[in-house]
């Protein structure tokens, strides 16, 4: 994803907005192509980043990619009232992608920063650039002499999604210091190219589970089959961050040669990692996964519940409600309660009507509307009664709902 976004705000003084002034220049779309920061502007950038908080600085970081909620925040709309029309302009200036020249030796320069989130505005931003030679220096970087430069250049790489440099980025693979292995096995994830699945595989053996988790990571973002029996076994790594990334990475992939070692899973003594393969199970579809998942429904952990209520209705071929989903239509608790609704719309079993009756009659229009919504899937002519009683709901939506379902346009 390109970085389109970066929470200046949150870290800005009024030395560093003066640093970056432009005259105001207002966004109209998000896919311009106007200039991004020059090289001063990337410098007074990096010396903020430099100078927060750590952990707002890499909030800020965090941001990079996410313009989406902000790019149009120019024209005054959706920001605060008193944000000064330079501050805006600023912000939309820094948000594009880097295409002054010279600005990309000042990011090589902040990749070798001893700010770890220094490093990483710098490779994410060289990785966005449209300045000639920034992927170069990225390539080169990651065959400086330190690991620091070589992690933050795989960075950059994976922000780049450049499939150009998969083979520079195999190579790092087999990198001695982990960190940057890791990193680069990330990078490989983002470009989702199959020839780096088996480089991926050999590292799921490392004795550093950092290293396994971003190999898990990445085969799961490739989403390719031959990885399925190689990530079996971390589904009981040692590390519980290395057997959730599993449980996931296996749920990307779709293949249902995973689904009697997720079902293990959802016995874990780990509530993360039984939501986690809860989760999986729905995204694989399996139907030899609802018995376990039904079981899931009454979990001690309410991450968990929701998961399998969520998975129970994406399951194939499954007619019936457990009675466990079933509960769970009228739970107290409003998370739980509305994707059990959702669940039992999605499998369209009739034994569901009486629940969905109890759910139209809270007061809550909002839970009215998603029980009528779910009973309009139900099979045959089951929900015509309560669609009936829907027509006289005090909510104009639901009334109209009732109607499209009863075929009445009035």
Known sequence: MAIKGVMLAALASSSLAAALHVDPQPVLEQGDRRPGPDAAQVTALLAALEKTDPVVCELA???FGNGWYGWFRTSGVGSLRDVPTEQRSSQVRVRRPVSDPKAVPVLVQGMGSANPCVRRASGAM???SRAPGSLQALRTGLKDQSPRVREAAAHGLGVAEDKE???????ALGDRDPSVTAMSAWALGRIEDPRAVAPLVK???SSDP???????WALGDIEDMKATEPLLPLLEDENIEVRRITAEALGDIEDRKAVPALIKSLSSGDAELREAAAHALGEIEDARAADPLAKAVEDSDARVRRAAIEALGNLDELERAPKALLAAV????PEIREAAIESVGSIGDPAALPELRKAYG???PEVRLKA?????SLDGNSASSLMMAALKDTDPRIRKKAAEALGDDD
């Open 165 to 171: 440099s998969l083979g520079a980025l195999v190579d």
């Open 203 to 205: 590292l799921l053996k």
């Open 61 to 63: 970081v965090d941001a």
């Open 210 to 216: 950092g290293v396994r988790a971003a190999a898990a």
């Open 126 to 128: 060289l990785g966005d």
């Open 362 to 364: 809270n007061p809550d």
């Open 372 to 376: 009528i919504e779910a009973a309009e």
């Open 330 to 333: 009228n739970d107290g608790d």
